[in-house]
């Protein structure tokens, strides 16, 4: 039954006055008998209540605050005190008309009218009769209807069904007083005083805890009888909920302890957060629910997220999972299950992209345009691996931004240099305070689709830990086998990585698992030319660094000569890091001249560049006479590049000892001993004496001891410097040689022929002596590179040393005996 305060008309004052108090006056079938007995008016003005509804003989308080309800209550008041009360369709109605409002209502008399400080009208009303509007006469100022009573079916006075009905009404209402704590036991008094069998039943019907929907319809049964059995039907399914109430509050009730203190305290601020206009945790998991309807899942991840969302309504919102769980399903519901960017699969505008973005690295481009086309074709979505390698600055990086602006996909790059934790890669699990996923998965959430481009940058700079090895982690993320499951730890379920097209990053692949590196198809990138420095700080690097200076191209002007200059002069990379910060600082130096309103060249001169970035150190190597003995010019590749060096050797009196200086590596070392041990196996063919070996000390130097070096690529230059010295005879004129050998004498292969044939072009070398295999390479490199160079093919050492050597004696030569 309702929970209101049980006031008698007799005892009702202003200070005890409750609104929403209900009156049970005691009403005996004699009055019942007089009110059945009054005629009722032909037309009466309308009430119509909002969240109640009012039946025969009972007397209820009504708050009126709507003007028309005030007018009409004070004007009844004034007269007759006889008005219809109905109640709303719907109660959200400010102003109902005819159409809004219930066609049964009781009719009711006026027993007092307060008035309250806020301005409200507050009436205690008695229903009388039932009554049926018939037509609405007016609806101003207030409604004013005809109406015609309502004949009540009242059962035969010894109908023992009827008797048993009521007396279960009682007994049951009795039941409901001492099982609800928030009913007065009071109420039982006036339960079992009640004579009136109608009033039992408008008594127990008005008290019920109903929606005005159902006392409504329990208002419109004409039968006494059937309203009865209604009014007990409703009776026991109250009682029922009350006492599994009662039975799950006395199988629980123990001392408060601190969580349980906890919770309440949180409940009221929930209460609170709902009153200001939060959203509660109930609101907030049918919100997932109602967001998880519109996924893209597969059955199986749409019953795992129920099965989540379900286990997330048991738990205790102060329980620390309870956030672990939130943070599960909105990253399970954030992610882009199933949604793909639409592939844009025009060839020539990813060329146009690619050439706009990139000058140079005709063959890296190439090759992205390659694997552009075969998506395209298979039209699949399947993705290649691909691992970009070259020294750093070279373009690695935006190479891929480009290619997700060609394709129309989102990008996505994450670095790994330095990471060290498995958990990285494949997230923590959910048991774990503080737990995430891995940065796939969370840079998948950040792109919002399932096939962004993926950029692994420094990939070679992965290292191992105590949290696992995140190299080996990657083998699944980077196999096109097993990517369209990946398993991350805190997901718990697999994800599809297929469509993603990842895009590695490295300078250095030999730092990379061979079962990782298995996995990627590797496309080298070498270092740019100057040639092609000057032109990329021409069309992008001046050209971005003035922007970002607040200058235009009027403000400051600099020519491919000058540019150039600051390429030799004062960088030494592959790349072109180095060059971009060089010409900021010359640009800063105008933007200060600007700023400060004084003279300044706006077009760049060599003055200038000396000026503002001081004397060139970094000046290349030029190459050097080779007039004496033992003097040779090698070629090196670097990180940075190519560059040439110098092979020197020195003949003195001892007993045949070899000394190798230079901070070389052991294999460079190596590559020195063979050296020797050839040309003295080969003495006679050379036209050496064989007792020269023991006679002399040789000392083997390459120059800048400070940079270590190290690899085979050195060795026909160090033999040859070892002929020269032990021959005394010049080496050819502006030669440059590069190639490693065997105890045999063949000459084999090297790599980085790129950059040290434009190193060598660089300082100046006219002929170039490479292995026969390297001509592949050779064939590769753009022919505007190679003008003025000429190259030598051999297969044996005795054609390196018949191309090198002169007839004529070197400078101070000495005469060995």
């Known amino acids: 039954m309702a929970n209101h305060k049980i006031l008698t008309i007799d005892n009702l004052s202003l200070q005890e006055f409750d609104s929403e108090?209900?009156?049970?006056?005691?009403?005996?079938?004699?009055?019942?008998?007089?009110?059945?007995?009054?005629?009722?008016?032909?037309?009466?003005?309308?009430?119509?209540?909002?969240?109640?509804?009012?039946?025969?003989?009972?007397?209820?308080?009504?708050?009126?605050?709507?003007?028309?309800?005030?007018?009409?209550?004070?004007?009844?008041?004034?007269?007759?005190?006889?008005?219809?009360?109905?109640?709303?369709?719907?109660?959200?109605d400010e102003d109902p008309s005819k159409d809004d409002i219930h066609k049964i209502g009781t009719v009711a008399r006026i027993l007092r009218v307060l008035k309250m400080p806020d301005g409200n009208v507050t009436v205690i009303l008695q229903g009388k009769k039932r009554f049926e509007i018939e037509d609405v006469v007016s609806e101003e100022p207030y409604i004013t209807a005809t109406i015609k009573e309502v004949n009540?079916?009242?059962?035969?006075?010894?109908?023992?069904?009827?008797?048993?009905?009521?007396?279960?009404?009682?007994?049951?209402?009795?039941?409901?007083?001492?099982?609800?704590p928030n009913i007065p036991s009071e109420a039982t008094f006036a339960i079992k005083n009640i004579e009136s069998q109608s009033f039992l039943i408008n008594f127990v019907s008005s008290n019920m805890n109903l929606s005005v929907k159902e006392k409504q319809d329990l208002l419109s049964i004409n039968g006494l009888k059937e309203r009865a059995l209604e009014t007990l039907r409703y009776m026991n399914i109250e009682l029922q909920k009350l006492e599994l109430k009662n039975d799950i509050q006395s199988k629980v009730r123990f001392d408060l302890d601190q969580q349980q203190r906890e919770y309440f305290l949180h409940q009221q601020m929930k209460t609170i957060q709902e009153e200001l206009g939060g959203v509660s945790q109930e609101e907030e998991m049918d919100e997932m629910g109602q967001k998880a309807k519109t996924k893209k899942w597969d059955e199986k991840t749409q019953k795992h997220f129920e099965k989540e969302l379900s286990k997330m309504r048991r738990m205790n919102p102060q329980s620390p999972d309870f956030g672990i769980q939130r943070n599960y399903l909105e990253l399970f519901l954030e992610l882009p299950w199933g949604e793909y960017s639409k592939d844009k699969f025009d060839l020539k505008f990813a060329q146009k992209v690619l050439d706009k973005d990139h000058f140079g690295l005709e063959e890296v481009k190439k090759r992205m345009i390659e694997h552009l086309a075969v998506l395209k074709l298979r039209n699949d979505m399947k993705s290649p691996i691909i691992c970009l390698t070259g020294p750093p600055g070279v373009g690695k990086t935006s190479i891929g931004r480009s290619v997700a602006e060609a394709l129309g996909r989102e990008y996505v790059r994450i670095s790994l240099g330095g990471l060290r934790d498995e958990a990285e890669i494949r997230g923590h699990r959910k048991t774990y305070i503080g737990a995430m996923p891995g940065r796939i998965i969370q840079s998948l959430k950040k792109a919002g689709t399932s096939n962004p481009v993926f950029i692994l940058d420094e990939i070679d700079k992965l290292s191992n830990g105590n949290s696992g090895d995140p190299s080996s982690a990657l083998l699944e993320v980077l196999d096109p086998e097993q990517n369209s499951a990946f398993y991350d730890n805190f997901l718990e379920m697999g994800y599809d990585l297929s469509k993603v097209m990842f895009i590695a990053t490295s300078n250095n692949m030999a730092a990379i698992q061979p079962a990782l590196r298995d996995r990627m198809e590797v496309i080298k990138m070498s270092g740019y030319t100057i040639e092609e420095k000057v032109e990329i700080a021409k069309r992008h690097l001046f050209p971005k660094q003035l922007e970002a200076h607040g200058l235009t191209a009027k403000d400051l002007i600099i020519g491919k000569k000058q540019l150039e200059k600051i390429v030799e002069g004062y960088t030494r990379e592959s790349g072109v890091r180095n060059l971009e910060t060089k010409i900021a600082q010359v640009i800063r130096n105008a933007a200060k001249a600007v700023a400060m309103e004084e003279e300044y060249?706006?077009?760049?001169?060599?003055?200038?560049?000396?000026?503002?970035?001081g004397v060139p150190r970094l000046e290349r190597d030029k190459y050097e006479n080779n007039d004496v003995a033992g003097v040779v010019t090698g070629l090196a590749w670097t990180s940075v590049g190519g560059d040439i060096l110098f092979i020197e050797s020195l003949i003195s009196e001892g007993k045949g000892a070899l000394s190798i200086t230079g901070n070389l590596g052991t294999v460079m070392k190596e590559s020195a001993t063979i050296a020797l041990e050839y040309i003295k196996a080969n003495a006679k063919k050379l036209g050496l004496d064989s007792t020269l070996f023991q006679k002399y000390n040789i000392h083997l130097h390459v120059p800048e001891g400070a940079t270590p070096k190290d690899g085979p690529s050195a060795g026909i230059a160090m033999l040859t410097s070892l002929v020269s010295l032990l021959t005394q005879k010049k080496v050819k004129k502006s030669l440059a040689m590069t190639g490693e050998i065997t105890l045999r004498g063949k000459v084999l292969p090297v790599g980085g022929i790129k950059e040290k044939i434009l190193a060598a072009k660089r300082a100046g070398i006219k002929e170039i002596i490479l292995c026969h295999e390297n001509k592949s390479d050779i064939d590769e490199i753009k022919a505007e590179y190679l003008e003025g160079l000429s190259f030598h093919y051999v297969k044996e050492m005795s054609e390196v040393l018949a191309l090198a050597l002169t007839d004529q004696n070197a400078k101070n030569a000495k005469q060995l005996k």
Do not use: C, H, W, Y
């Open 21 to 92: 108090a209900e009156l049970i006056p005691l009403l005996t079938p004699e009055d019942e008998e007089e009110m059945n007995n009054e005629e009722l008016p032909l037309s009466l003005p309308i009430l119509p209540l909002r969240n109640t509804v009012l039946f025969p003989g009972v007397v209820i308080p009504i708050s009126a605050g709507r003007d028309k309800s005030i007018k009409l209550i004070n004007d009844a008041n004034a007269g007759e005190k006889i008005i219809g009360v109905v109640s709303q369709i719907n109660e959200e």
């Open 152 to 180: 009540e079916e009242r059962p035969a006075e010894n109908d023992s069904e009827f008797t048993a009905i009521l007396d279960s009404v009682k007994e049951l209402a009795i039941q409901i007083i001492k099982e609800s």
């Open 601 to 613: 060249n706006k077009k760049v001169t060599d003055e200038d560049i000396v000026k503002v970035l």
